[in-house]
């Protein structure tokens, strides 16, 4: 390692000014994929890559990349990058910062003038958060091949606009066939989104692995009745078989040697009434761990114990599978790599796993890949409060710099 840095200051800058793309009225930021704000943030981050040298390319998902053809320009590029779309009321870190930090890296490069010996591309993938298309991770996934072209420009989002026409409108359905450009390697720079970095005091996470996702939608019929009249004995409870499962999934959740995490994030009761019993409950469980022997046993679990409680509160439940993806474990080699270069930087690391979903797992399914975690205070995502102090900042992007340079 030289004395080589990024521009902190720089860095810092590019995502507060993306950060201030697409607020409403209210101050909260909305980067939906493919409206009008994606454009203003799109069009910001492709002038930021052609003021770093970038040649700036589109496919036809609308995942956008800065292509720096240095060394042999005909070898496989190493690929930074993450995505640039937000949740509702977000932050301004998740995903921006693996883009704007990729930027960063190529234009210290080149201000250096330090010459790669294969290219560089820098992507933005499209829909990473699936808040108005399903499903998440979209443009990774179809960049990876997990996805058919077709089939995801004709999804409807959830104000039943057409990711294609969409696309289209904004000026960013792109010629090139996804995957065009074939990584050597895949490095993604991510704020943890969790309290574990922060919590032990380690400045990096070294992520070695990345959990598997069971999204199912349950469905529970029983009978609706007088709440006052009807006898406790006597009920066929949809809403108190909701309940139970709930608390069976935490309590699974909970054992030490199963790894995994539990969620109930929806649910609704019909007919919704203080007065009436429950005769219908909808609700999704995620189910996550970095095992998938694991998971398909507390698939197997869930599926087990919804059998018997319909038995036991005399209920109809049915279940439909919303997603599911398989646990991913990164390149051992980029892994070890992420972890030497934090050790010559003077910053603690640890290994992690990545409880979310990743661009880097669609990634992973094409070519060697690893990500870089830096602290995020107090564990918060999702959340206009989501915060990475700026030496943290500048200690990933230094990391991933590092990185690459001891790759091409």
């Known amino acids: 390692m030289t004395g080589l840095r990024i521009d902190s200051a720089r860095l810092q800058g590019r995502l507060e000014t993306l950060g201030g793309i697409g607020r409403d009225a209210t101050g909260r930021l909305a980067r939906l994929a493919a409206t009008d704000a994606d454009r203003a943030g799109r069009d910001q981050v492709a002038s930021w890559m052609r003021e770093a040298g970038l ?27 993450s995505h640039i779309d937000t949740v509702i009321d977000a932050g ?65 989002g959830t104000d039943g606009a057409t990711l294609g026409a969409e696309l289209a409108r904004i000026g960013y359905a792109g010629p090139h066939e996804p995957g065009f450009l074939r990584p050597f390697a895949y490095l993604e720079l991510h704020i943890e989104q969790g ?4 919590r032990e005091g ?16 349950v469905t529970i019929a029983g009978v609706a009745n007088h709440a006052g009249t009807t006898p406790m004995a006597l009920r066929h409870d949809a809403g108190l078989a ?26 609704e009761f019909r007919p919704n009434a203080i007065n009436v019993i429950p005769s219908r409950a909808v609700f999704t469980v995620d189910l996550r761990s970095p095992d998938e022997t694991v998971l398909r046993a507390e698939e197997e679990a869930l599926a087990r114990y919804l059998g018997e409680l319909a038995e036991v509160e005399g209920v109809a439940i049915s279940t439909e ?88």
């Open 55 to 81: 040649e700036v390319l589109v496919d036809r998902v609308g995942n956008l990349f800065g292509l720096w053809r240095t060394g042999d320009a005909g070898a496989p590029p190493l690929m930074l990058g």
């Open 92 to 156: 301004i870190y998740d995903g921006c910062l693996g883009v704007l930090a990729g930027i960063e890296v190529v234009h210290t490069l080149r201000e250096a003038n330090v010459r790669p010996a294969r290219p560089i591309a820098v992507g933005a993938f499209t829909n990473e958060e699936g808040v108005r298309f399903a499903p998440d991770m979209m443009g990774s996934l179809v960049y990876a091949g997990g996805l058919g072209v077709a089939e995801v420009l004709a999804t409807k």
């Open 195 to 198: 309290p574990i970095l922060e």
């Open 202 to 217: 380690f400045a990096i996470g070294a992520v070695e692995n990345l959990q598997g996702i069971s999204w199912q939608r």
């Open 242 to 267: 909701a309940a139970r499962v709930v608390a069976f999934v935490r309590d699974r959740a909970l054992c030490p040697d199963f790894r995994t995490v539990a969620t109930v994030g929806c649910m």
């Open 321 to 408: 599978r919303l997603a599911r993806t398989e646990p991913v474990t990164f390149d051992p080699a980029l892994v070890a790599a992420i972890e030497a270069v934090a050790g010559k930087l003077g910053l603690g690391s640890r290994r992690v796993t990545s409880g979310a979903g990743q661009d880097a797992q669609m990634l992973a399914r094409i070519c060697p890949a690893a990500m870089i975690f830096v602290p995020s205070v107090g564990g918060i995502s999702h959340n206009p409060r989501e915060f990475t102090r700026p030496a943290d900042l500048a200690a990933g992007a230094n990391v991933l710099l590092g990185v690459v340079r001891a790759l091409v």
